[in-house]
């Protein structure tokens, strides 16, 4: 995390990470598909693309396209499976551990799979919640740089690392609450 505040230490940085956290914690369900989509684009393009251009040639310009839309496509598709595969998983530990070892394979397939459906069916709320939660640490963490900023953090008030500590997770807390309800809200609607 130090290197990222680094990074947006400058005047206008705290603003743009408190930002991006209060969109993303109060619309970061509904902007998750894109982001996902966007950043799969990026990695293919900017990662995938230059890795194969050195293998096929530098005048293969086109190729960083293409691999940006092919991972960006993928990206999207294992979102959308993720839940599911990771629920069948986890079931299939649980199961191991709590049913008997001559339990037979098609009891635990079926039951994993039934475990993975009921948590690709309670995704919504989990998703909101990660959301919210990313999205508040962006903005306690915007919130503290701007504050030290503007010199409310500096030494000899107090013991300004305690206070920064107590205002930095009073804003995590406060925001994610915020940020669940809302999201869910909306969900409701």
Known sequence: MEEFTNLFSFSGGPVIILLAGAVSCFFGKK??????????????????????MTKVGEEATWIPWVAGVVIAVLATVAWKVSFFLMGSILGMFILRSVLPENTPGLVLMVSSFAIGTLVQLFKTPVIALATALAGSSFVSTGFVMLSKQMGMFSEGVGNSESAETIVKYSILLIFTALGYMSQMKREKN
């Open 31 to 52: 902007l998750l598909g894109i982001l996902i989509l966007v950043l799969g684009f990026l990695i293919g393009f900017y990662f995938l693309g230059p890795m194969v």
